[in-house]
């Protein structure tokens, strides 16, 4: 399907009306505003559910696609040189573990990073980790890398400052959860229905950049979905933030950070005195409705969640027993918009002229907040066209690139009744006292 086929010829100045001021909303919605021409309003409903609400996130130039790799470069210039970007990526350095199940990623890694002319990754043993974090003896068949230009970004902070950039260049931001979008049937959107009003959109360019919602939206609005391979399918994994002692935080501020591929990565907050995160990457859909759509849900306070908490703690104490004493101070559960090759959709709708989807971050396109959303905008003019996220099932077609396991078929309830029966669930439950790892 050619993207340009629905596109109108346009005038450079334009009316826009961004749903959701996420990491692709509001980075579009700021290179909008680099013409100052542009009407620009960003209708966001903030919920502790979505990725774009953390409070740090990791930083890698690293994938098995070159073409991935090659987004990741460009935005890394921006985080490097953009004085609103410039301040908030810290190069902290992360020591990364594949075991044999994931060595096939390093390989790829090492061949995406050779067809760009870049230095391979050196291959070491488990014995960096136990040197670096004095773990227990580790089973030495994981490969282990020292990446040390990866990096963390305060996200809280980047956030809020671009939001604020946003506004103080005259862009304008509403409050309101979207139920549907309403359409007129002869190839536009009419309006934009919200929990509280009906917003007019008959003279307006609209991008639906809602994450892990956009699929609800498009269901609830009777409009036609992308083919399965390019849906933004809603999937939720756990975080467990951390309260470490200033001595620990003061200790592992200054170490690599550590990520074990397809169980877990360990985050000391770049300037947050005491503040840490453990993420766990055992990903589930969670189907509802007569359609089966995955629906967002907090599932902070289930039975899954106290199990993948334990693991998690247990993971922790084996890989980095310094932390002992911390406590994980509390259970997340976070859902993003998860495409079939990771590779996001950004497109014209084929059948409303005057809707753009934009979505399908994948929990790993964060880290291009300061460039994606230029990737939007040559979208809705028509300057560029970029078939890697087109609508179109053969832009799919190539090989998982980013985190396969993210792209799953586990659904929520089947893991929460399996947890309902763990052992270790059940006591942790009745004592709700081993906060501590």
């Given at each position: 399907?050619?993207?340009?086929?629905?596109?109108?010829?346009?005038?450079?100045?334009?009316?826009?009306?961004?749903?959701?001021?996420?990491?692709?909303?509001?980075?579009?919605?700021?290179?909008?505003?680099?013409?100052?021409?542009?009407?620009?309003?960003?209708?966001?409903?903030?919920?502790?559910?979505?990725?774009?609400?953390?409070?740090?996130?990791?930083?890698?130039?690293?994938?098995?696609?070159?073409?991935?790799?090659?987004?990741?470069?460009?935005?890394?210039?921006?985080?490097?040189?953009?004085?609103?970007?410039?301040?908030?990526?810290?190069?902290?350095?992360?020591?990364?573990?594949?075991?044999?199940?994931?060595?096939?990623?390093?390989?790829?890694?090492?061949?995406?990073?050779?067809?760009?002319?870049?230095?391979?990754?050196?291959?070491?043993?488990?014995?960096?980790?136990?040197?670096?974090?004095?773990?227990?003896?580790?089973?030495?068949?994981?490969?282990?890398?020292?990446?040390?230009?990866?990096?963390?970004?305060?996200?809280?902070?980047?956030?809020?400052?671009?939001?604020?950039?946003?506004?103080?260049?005259?862009?304008?931001?509403?409050?309101?959860?979207?139920?549907?979008?309403?359409?007129?049937?002869?190839?536009?959107?009419?309006?934009?229905?919200?929990?509280?009003?009906?917003?007019?959109?008959?003279?307006?360019?609209?991008?639906?950049?809602?994450?892990?919602?956009?699929?609800?939206?498009?269901?609830?609005?009777?409009?036609?979905?992308?083919?399965?391979?390019?849906?933004?399918?809603?999937?939720?994994?756990?975080?467990?933030?951390?309260?470490?002692?200033?001595?620990?935080?003061?200790?592992y501020h200054e170490l690599p950070r550590f990520s074990e591929i397809g169980i877990g990565e360990f985050v000391?907050?770049?300037?947050?005195?005491g503040a840490g995160k453990v993420t766990w990457t055992t990903a589930f859909i969670n189907p509802s409705g007569?359609?089966?759509?995955?629906?967002?849900?907090?599932?902070?306070?289930?039975?899954?969640?106290?199990?993948?908490?334990?693991?998690?703690?247990?993971?922790?104490?084996?890989?980095?027993?310094?932390?002992?004493?911390?406590?994980?101070?509390?259970?997340?559960?976070?859902?993003?918009?998860?495409?079939?090759?990771?590779?996001?959709?950004?497109?014209?709708?084929?059948?409303?002229?005057?809707?753009?989807?934009?979505?399908?971050?994948?929990?790993?396109?964060?880290?291009?907040?300061?460039?994606?959303?230029?990737?939007?905008?040559?979208?809705?003019?028509?300057?560029?066209?970029?078939?890697?996220?087109?609508?179109?099932?053969?832009?799919?077609?190539?090989?998982?690139?980013?985190?396969?396991?993210?792209?799953?078929?586990?659904?929520?309830?089947?893991?929460?009744?399996?947890?309902?029966?763990?052992?270790?669930?059940?006591?942790?439950?009745?004592?709700?006292?081993?906060?501590?790892?």
């Amino acid at each position: 399907m050619s993207i340009q086929g629905n596109i109108d010829e346009r005038t450079s100045a334009q009316k826009c009306l961004i749903i959701g001021g996420g990491v692709i909303g509001l980075s579009t919605a700021w290179h909008l505003l680099k013409d100052e021409r542009n009407d620009v309003t960003v209708l966001d409903h903030p919920d502790l559910l979505a990725p774009s609400r953390d409070v740090s996130k990791f930083f890698r130039v690293d994938y098995t696609d070159p073409e991935r790799m090659k987004l990741v470069m460009k935005s890394e210039e921006l985080w490097e040189k953009d004085d609103l970007f410039e301040p908030f990526l810290h190069r902290t350095g992360r020591i990364v573990a594949y075991s044999p199940t994931q060595i096939d990623t390093l390989n790829g890694i090492d061949r995406a990073r050779s067809e760009l002319n870049l230095s391979p990754r050196k291959h070491e043993t488990a014995r960096l980790i136990e040197s670096v974090f004095e773990s227990r003896p580790i089973s030495q068949e994981l490969a282990v890398v020292n990446n040390e230009d990866d990096g963390v970004v305060d996200w809280e902070r980047v956030m809020k400052n671009l939001k604020q950039e946003f506004i103080d260049r005259g862009g304008k931001f509403r409050d309101g959860r979207v139920l549907h979008l309403d359409s007129n049937g002869e190839g536009t959107i009419d309006a934009v229905v919200t929990s509280t009003e009906s917003i007019d959109a008959r003279q307006t360019d609209i991008i639906l950049a809602a994450g892990p919602w956009i699929m609800q939206i498009l269901e609830a609005s009777h409009i036609q979905q992308p083919p399965l391979s390019r849906a933004p399918i809603a999937t939720g994994i756990f975080a467990f933030h951390l309260d470490m002692t200033t001595q620990q935080w003061v200790k592992y501020h200054e170490l690599p950070r550590f990520s074990e591929i397809g169980i877990g990565e360990f985050v000391c907050h770049p300037i947050e005195v005491g503040a840490g995160k453990v993420t766990w990457t055992t990903a589930f859909i969670n189907p509802s409705g007569k359609r089966g759509i995955s629906e967002p849900r907090d599932v902070a306070n289930t039975d899954l969640g106290i199990r993948m908490m334990l693991e998690a703690r247990d993971w922790i104490r084996k890989r980095i027993p310094g932390l002992k004493g911390a406590r994980m101070k509390s259970i997340w559960s976070y859902w993003d918009g998860v495409t079939g090759n990771q590779q996001p959709i950004i497109v014209r709708h084929p059948k409303h002229a005057n809707l753009i989807i934009a979505g399908g971050g994948s929990y790993t396109h964060a880290k291009d907040l300061p460039y994606i959303g230029r990737i939007v905008t040559e979208v809705m003019q028509g300057t560029e066209t970029h078939n890697q996220f087109g609508w179109d099932e053969s832009s799919a077609d190539k090989q998982l690139n980013n985190q396969p396991l993210l792209y799953t078929d586990r659904v929520f309830g089947d893991l929460e009744l399996e947890a309902s029966k763990d052992q270790r669930v059940r006591d942790w439950k009745r004592e709700r006292s081993d906060w501590i790892i």
